[in-house]
């Protein structure tokens, strides 16, 4: 996975490499996907879906609660989404491109309950976009106890992630 930086030169110091994050870079307000972020979309699907059943696989290793909610699905009807399932869209502009936050329907499941997912992509320029990441959620309570999800709700906000 390659992640963008941003490159800081101090006076009489080294070079610094800096990660883009929801400080650095102003993210735009929730909206329906227009024609260029749909275009994106459908470049970094096939990856998308591929790390989608990858995480999955991984995640039920050691945290099956991540992707409880699809549990019943097999791995195609998890990953058959398409364009018309990509509802949601947020961008920043950086001065090495473009971030892309995206929220896709998954649709076997009901719209009510969990039924989404969360990707990240990066459009380096003038180059093809690439898929960043798919986000997973872990949770601290109070009381120690953890709760973990890739899977979220129509309500959930989208909003900066690196993971």
Not at 90 to 112: M, T
Request: glycine share 4%.
């Amino acid at each position: 996975m390659v992640l963008p930086f941003i490159f800081l030169r101090m006076p009489n110091k080294q070079t610094t490499y800096c990660h883009a994050t929801a400080e650095t870079v102003d993210l735009g307000a929730v909206h329906a996907p227009k024609e260029e972020s749909i275009k994106v979309f459908q470049e970094i699907a096939h990856d998308l879906k591929k790390e989608l059943l990858h995480i999955r696989r991984e995640h039920q290793k050691h945290e099956p609660e991540y992707f409880q909610a699809v549990q019943h699905l097999d791995d195609h009807q998890l990953a058959a989404f398409g364009p018309d399932n990509f509802v949601a869209v947020r961008v920043a502009s950086s001065a090495y491109g473009i971030h892309l936050f995206g929220k896709v329907r998954i649709p076997a499941l009901p719209e009510s309950g969990p039924a989404y997912i969360h990707f990240r992509a990066f459009v380096p320029g003038a180059e093809p976009p690439k898929l960043h990441s798919i986000h997973t959620e872990e949770t601290e309570h109070s009381d120690g106890d953890k709760t973990y999800r890739a899977i979220f709700t129509k309500d959930d906000d989208l909003e900066w992630f690196d993971t």
